[in-house]
């Protein structure tokens, strides 16, 4: 009796240990992160910024993003949009990336969505 016992709670426990395992297809992009397409988006990543003394988020936002590896880690690169809420940003124009393993959130928009999205910005700040 003791024996089957041990034996359905070893069953139990592996079956519970295989179904926290990532899939395949989830293990696979979490390797390679550059299967993701945002071919035509707009995309916003809200990046880690913290360090030790301070939790720090700010946000990116790229046209023509993609994920691409440089030295061995993957990065999400582009041009870096304008940010609708400053007025002066100079890294608007810009080729940028930030390291995918920083990356908390990322927002994919058609241009329509973005658009509308600067709109609801400028109603906000009152531009």
Known sequence: ??????????????????????????EGQAEDPSAISFEGKIVMVIVDRSNALEKRETSEIFKEAAIRKVGGRYFITGIAYPRPDEQNDWRGGAEAGVAWDH??????YT?????????????????
């Open 1 to 26: 009796m003791a024996r089957s016992s041990l034996l359905v709670t070893g069953a139990l426990l592996s079956i519970v240990a295989l179904g926290s395992l990532p899939s395949a297809a989830e």
């Open 103 to 108: 990356v908390h959130q990322y927002y994919a």
């Open 111 to 127: 241009p329509e969505q973005f658009k509308k999205l600067e709109e609801s910005w400028a109603q906000h700040t009152g531009e």
